[in-house]
């Protein structure tokens, strides 16, 4: 592939993996500071009128009530610790019986972290820290496993829907196919080539996008209504509550089923649809996420192919690049680069062979060729890796390497090559 990260412009030319990825985190930098920016805009007027009002409640009550500053303060630090540990002015349910408890562990497998429950004792932080380990490992993979099915049913029907529609286009007269500008024999010919077309089809990322969007906005929605008729909170602070709680961000602020009952006798009932619209809503943000950070991929993909230009035209008014023997997966000019074989096996060749002709037998190993050595077993060893997550030996087609959705592991490898833009027909 051509240039493609802008970078190789340079003295060191970049991997395009790396380039996409050096991209990545710039991306996410510039958004981080974009977002600091609006927030510290719209919050801190909020901050700074809370901390006044405070400041006049705490004068207020001091002088009221003839105690110290020192004195209100160690009061305040005495509640604060109480806070912590679960207490509230508010009757609430208890937090470490067994079902409170359950909703603790749920909350820290689920990666969600609420954090209005924390192990106080030196025996239950350290468990906490085994049993996360293992929890969130196998409820990543049930959130994998989930976004595999998922794809796979979304696949499969709009593939059906397509299939229709291509059907009801072409009417059926005769026991044959209408033709279309030519005889029966141009009809039957087309046939067989559409067959092969839906043989090949698959949905876009983004029809899979707009479907767990409305799946994702539709359980927010009706959770949101059970939560604003439970909690009594208002629907959009249901709704920030839903995506906070969803997204496994967990701030916190906002906690359901925290009473010790509710009106009308419906605490069991309504405990079961918060386990569920909690599960249900994970499961479709954590795949919604997935589907946009392809897109993303896209969008790096589309930038590095734009920055291509610059590149060529930079090298080719200079004449030659500065490498004389440019790396493997080197992002440089197509023109200036060696064609090799792909394959990591055969793709061992180190400098010292092709400079200097094959080594002696009886020559020492140099540190250079011994380190090109170890970079092609861990090359091999990550690929394993890669297919033994996936489930299948990754295709080494030259249509995935052009398309810049060859690999991945984990939710991208599970979307590899079950999206028409991660396709490596594509």
């Excluded at 500008?181 to 983004?206: E, F, H, Q, T």
């Excluded at 993303?296 to 690049?321: D, M, Y």
Aim: glycine share 10%; net charge positive.
């Amino acid at each position: 592939m051509a240039c493609r990260s802008g970078c190789c412009c340079g003295s060191t030319p970049l991997n395009e993996d790396n380039a996409r990825f050096l991209l990545l985190a710039l991306f996410i930098i510039v958004y981080l500071l974009c977002g600091a920016a609006v927030f510290s805009a719209l919050e801190q007027p909020m901050e700074r009128e809370a901390k006044e009002r405070w400041a006049q409640r705490f004068e207020l009550f001091r002088e009221k009530y003839n105690l110290s500053k020192k004195e209100l303060n160690n009061f305040l630090r005495s509640y604060e610790e109480a806070n912590v540990a679960g207490i509230r002015v508010d009757t609430i349910r208890p937090r470490w019986d067994f079902t409170g408890a359950f909703y603790f562990v749920g909350t820290v497998v689920s990666t969600i972290g609420f954090g209005m429950t924390t192990p106080a004792t030196i025996p239950g932080k350290v468990f906490l820290m085994f049993y996360g380990l293992l929890g969130c490992a196998a409820t990543i993979l049930f959130f994998n496993l989930f976004l595999e099915r998922v794809i796979t049913v979304i696949a499969v029907v709009l593939k059906s829907c397509h299939k229709r529609r291509h059907n009801k286009a072409v009417l059926p007269q005769n026991g044959q196919q209408l033709p279309q500008g030519g005889g029966a024999s141009v009809a039957g010919g087309s046939r067989g080539g559409n067959r092969g077309d839906l043989a090949g089809w698959k949905p876009s990322v983004y029809c899979v996008l707009l479907i767990l969007g409305v799946a994702a906005i539709l359980v927010s929605c009706c959770a949101s209504l059970m939560y604003s008729a439970a909690e009594g909170w208002g629907y959009l602070d249901s709704l920030y509550f839903c995506f906070v709680a969803f997204s496994t961000i967990g701030f916190g602020d906002m906690v359901s089923s925290q009473r010790v009952a509710y009106e009308g006798h419906v605490t069991a009932v309504y405990r079961v649809g918060n386990f569920f619209f909690i599960l249900t809503g994970v499961c479709c943000i954590y795949s919604l996420f997935n589907v946009i950070s392809i897109i993303i991929k896209q969008v790096l993909n589309w930038l590095l192919r734009r920055l291509e230009a610059p590149c060529r035209c930079f090298f080719t008014s200079r004449g030659h690049h500065p490498h004389r023997h440019p790396r493997r997966n080197v992002v440089a000019p197509g023109h200036l680069r060696t064609r090799r074989d792909p394959s990591i096996e055969t793709d061992a060749v180190n400098d010292s062979e092709t400079d200097n002709g094959r080594r002696m037998s009886g020559e020492m190993i140099s540190m250079r060729d011994f380190l090109a050595a170890n970079k092609v077993n861990l090359a091999i060893m990550q690929k394993q890796l890669s297919e033994m997550a996936i489930g299948h030996p990754r295709q080494s087609s030259s249509g995935s390497r052009q398309n810049g959705f060859s690999g991945g592991v984990g939710a991208l490898g599970i979307m590899n090559n079950r999206l028409a833009e991660t396709s490596v027909d594509r």
